[in-house]
């Protein structure tokens, strides 16, 4: 069984969204084995998205993921990875397919809802970061 790691971002909780987007990974076959709601802070929020640092969009991603509550969970099922990133669809909900989270929930590139790990040494990390 593979795990992965998801969250639900401000504007998800904001929406009051958590259970429709739980019920999609459950209805597709993954289960939530660990999960919280917490406030990051930006020191927090800087460190998970250590791998961006350089990005022009950085400054902004990190206030956008320290501007409300997120959830954070672990999802667990054959091929996790994949799976989550199936069911979130493209980064831009702009591009995402119809059908996915970001398609049907999505605003605009930073404020799309979900992040999900995107390999399965990431969800090793990402999955250490809040469970340790
Ligand atoms: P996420 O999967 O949480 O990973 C990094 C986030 O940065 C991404 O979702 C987007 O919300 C945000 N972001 C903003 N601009 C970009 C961009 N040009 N490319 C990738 N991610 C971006």
């Known amino acids: 069984m593979a795990q992965t790691l998801s969250i639900i971002k401000p ?7 958590i259970g429709k987007i739980i019920t999609r990974f459950e209805d597709a076959g993954l289960e939530v084995v660990q999960i919280k709601r917490l406030r990051l802070d930006v020191a927090q929020a800087q460190d998970f998205y250590a791998v961006h640092k350089e990005r022009p969009f950085f400054k902004d991603l990190v206030a956008f993921m320290t501007s409300g509550e997120v959830v954070v969970m672990v999802l667990e099922g054959e091929d996790a990875v994949e799976k989550n990133r199936e069911l979130m669809g493209a980064t831009d909900p702009k591009v995402a397919k119809p059908g996915t989270i ?9 404020a799309n809802v979900v992040h999900g790990s995107d390999s399965a040494q990431n969800a090793q990390r990402e999955i250490a970061f809040f469970f340790a």
Do not use: E, H, L, Y
Not at 11 to 17: A, E, L, Q, T, Y
């Open 11 to 17: 504007d998800g909780v904001k929406k009051r969204i």
């Open 102 to 110: 970001r398609a049907d929930f999505a605003q605009n590139i930073d």
